[in-house]
């Protein structure tokens, strides 16, 4: 295997560029956009191997790589097509290999199931 080692990252033109770093720890290392409702299901993903449907507004994130700790930053929203905007409780665990988050508003501790669910996470 080659390694390609740089200090910056530029754009073409070198008009815009950034130090590797940034690239390296500033980008999602796993994220997914999902169905929350009916046959939950992957809409897209990065380092998403599967979801888990735990129940009304459960969902676990499977990682297709562990990350070495659970230690990571996670980022959650959910909505409705009817503009209703559930809040996304965040983790209810985190793992190396998952994590899990609930959905619903922030007036009711009723879970709900939104259409669409989106997770970040960042290390």
Do not use: H
Not at 3 to 19: P, V, W
Not at 66 to 89: K, Q, W
Not at 93 to 108: F, H, I, L, P, R
């Amino acid at each position: 295997m080659s390694t390609l080692k740089l200090d910056t990252i530029a754009s073409r033109d070198g008009t815009e560029s950034t130090d590797v770093t940034n690239v390296i720890n500033g980008s999602a290392k796993a994220w997914v956009n999902l169905n929350g409702t009916g046959t939950v299901a992957i809409r897209a993903s990065f380092n998403v191997s599967s979801i888990t449907d735990g129940g009304t507004g459960i969902y676990t994130i499977n990682f297709t790589n562990s990350f070495a700790d659970a230690d990571y930053c996670l980022v959650a929203t959910g909505n409705r097509n009817s503009g209703e905007m559930p809040v996304v409780y965040g983790r209810n665990a985190q793992a190396t290999g998952s994590a899990t988050v609930k959905c619903g508003y922030a007036w009711s501790v009723v879970y709900i199931d939104p259409e669409y669910v989106n997770v970040a996470v960042f290390r």
